[in-house]
Antibody, heavy 123, light 108 residues
C-alpha cells in the first residue's frame, strides 16, 4: 500500500490550491478515503471523507464551504480542492485510507497514511 | 463534535518501563476508538482499533482497553522505538471524526 500526496506549495491568503493523492498497491475503488492535516507542531485534524463511489462526503466545520474532496477511481487518485485559503490552513496535508469491518461500517478508522504535502499560506 | 482529551500531554519514561495513556471522550463512543503512533517527520501508524484490537504487525507490548468515555493505551517494556507521540481517535461519529491532542512520550 502506498499513498503519495503532491501539490503542496506556498500560496497567498485568499488563494486556491489542489492537492492530489496517488494510491497504489490496493484496490483504490473499494476504500473510503480521508484527508487529514497537521499544522506545524500541532496535532492531527480530520478534514474530509469520501466514500468509494463519491456518494457520501463529509467535511469538518473548519473547511466546509472552502474545501472540496473528490476522487477518480480510474486514476487511483484522491483530490482536495482548497479555496479562500487562510494563514491557519498552513499544515501538512495527508491522505488516509479508511477501513471498516462488516460490523463497524460506516464507522471507519485509518489503516494507512501518506507522508503528506506541505501547504503554506502566507503573503 | 465529540471532544477527545488525552492525558498526560507529556510523559517521561525509561526503556523497560510500563506506561499508560488515557483518552476521554465528551460522550459515549462505545468502543469506536483507535490509537496511533507518530514519530517525528513520519506518517501516523495504526496501533489499536475498536478500543482493544491490536493491528496486525504491532508488537503485543501495546494494548488498549476501555469503552464508553474512558480508554487507555498501555505500553509494556518500553523500547527505544516507542518514544513518539500517541493520538487517540474516535470514529463513532463517522461524519465528524476527532482526535485527541496527543501525548508525547519522551525518554527520562
Amino acid at each position: 500500500v502506498q499513498l503519495v500526496e503532491s501539490g503542496g506549495t506556498l500560496v497567498q491568503p485568499g488563494g486556491s490550491l489542489r492537492l492530489s493523492c496517488a494510491a497504489s498497491g490496493f484496490p483504490f475503488s473499494l476504500y473510503g478515503m480521508n484527508w487529514v492535516r497537521q499544522a506545524p507542531g500541532k496535532g492531527l485534524e480530520w478534514l474530509s471523507f469520501i466514500s468509494t463511489d463519491s456518494g457520501t462526503i463529509y467535511y469538518a466545520d473548519s473547511v466546509k464551504g472552502r474545501f472540496t474532496i473528490s476522487r477518480d477511481n480510474a486514476r487511483n487518485s484522491l483530490y482536495l480542492q482548497m479555496s479562500n485559503l487562510r494563514a491557519d490552513d498552513t499544515a501538512v496535508y495527508s491522505c488516509a485510507r479508511g477501513i471498516c469491518t462488516s460490523t463497524s461500517c460506516p464507522r471507519h478508522y485509518f489503516d494507512f497514511w501518506g507522508q503528506g504535502s506541505l501547504v503554506s499560506v502566507s503573503s | 463534535d465529540i471532544q477527545m482529551t488525552q492525558s498526560p500531554s507529556t510523559l517521561s519514561a525509561s526503556v523497560g518501563d510500563r506506561v499508560t495513556i488515557t483518552c476521554r471522550a465528551s460522550q459515549s463512543i462505545s468502543s469506536w476508538l483507535a490509537w496511533y503512533q507518530q514519530e517525528p517527520g513520519k506518517a501516523p501508524k495504526l496501533l489499536i482499533y475498536k478500543a482493544s484490537s491490536l493491528e496486525s504487525g504491532v508488537p503485543s507490548r501495546f494494548s488498549g482497553s476501555g469503552s464508553g468515555t474512558e480508554f487507555t493505551l498501555t505500553i509494556s517494556n518500553l523500547q527505544p522505538d516507542d518514544f513518539a507521540t500517541y493520538y487517540c481517535q474516535q470514529y463513532d461519529d463517522y461524519s465528524r471524526i476527532t482526535f485527541g491532542q496527543g501525548t508525547r512520550l519522551e525518554i527520562k
